[in-house]
């Protein structure tokens, strides 16, 4: 049954909700990509968000399903190259929201697990959200993740249903209602900055 999950960073300055969330839905995952990686580091709060292996808990999904009610100007965006993602997290104490593409017309989020209210046992966004169905880019994992669903890249039996779930968001029109881009000029609402070299 869809349900509803709170969203909020850890000083509770932003928050939101995330409509209508099951594993029909979205997908959940854990990406090991060093990108990930790197965005967790760069918020100085990678022993939070990433698991034993460098892996960020992430549920894939229509950026429409998202609201910010509170606390908006307190979003902010990095990329790591000028060409990257556009990474989303909060200004106020650097909780990760999600990660877009960096155009408006792909209906698409990341939406970083951690970000999500969890109840008192935790059942409640396990629930809500289905098991995780994969891991993937583990080649850039530390040490080996195990399972059977674990994949040096991203599988195509995982891909279809997720380019399939963002064909029809964008026949929807969902791409036209992001809390990320603004839905007259298709621009972010905050300008990404873009990481140098170092």
């Known amino acids: 049954m869809p349900t509803d999950i709170a969203i909020r960073c850890s000083c509770g300055a932003v928050r939101g909700v995330a409509r209508g969330l099951s594993s029909d839905t979205g997908n959940r995952c854990i990406c090991y990509c060093d990108d990930c990686q790197a965005f967790a580091h760069f918020l100085g709060r ?10 960020t808990d992430i549920f894939q999904m229509s950026p429409a399903r998202l609201e910010i009610t509170g606390g908006r100007e307190r979003l902010a965006s990095m990329r790591l190259t000028p ?13 990760p ?4 593409a960096a155009t408006h017309q792909l209906p698409f989020v990341g939406l970083v697990v951690f970000c999500m209210e969890r109840g008192a046992d935790d059942t409640s966004l396990e629930t809500a959200l289905g098991p995780v169905r994969a891991g993937i880019q583990a080649r850039f994992a530390v040490g080996r ?17 997720i380019m399939g779930r963002l064909l029809m968001a964008r026949l929807r029109g969902e791409h036209k209602r992001s809390p990320f ?18």
């Open 46 to 55: 990678a022993e939070e968000i990433l698991d034993s292996h460098g892996g």
């Open 83 to 95: 060409k990257g993602l556009i990474r989303w997290y909060t200004g106020c104490c650097r909780t």
């Open 97 to 100: 929201i999600g990660n877009t």
């Open 145 to 161: 993740p195990t399972g059977s669903n674990v994949y040096d890249g991203a599988p195509f039996s995982m891909m279809l249903p």
């Open 181 to 198: 881009f603004n839905p007259q000029t298709g621009q972010p609402v905050v300008t990404p900055h873009v990481l140098n070299a170092d």
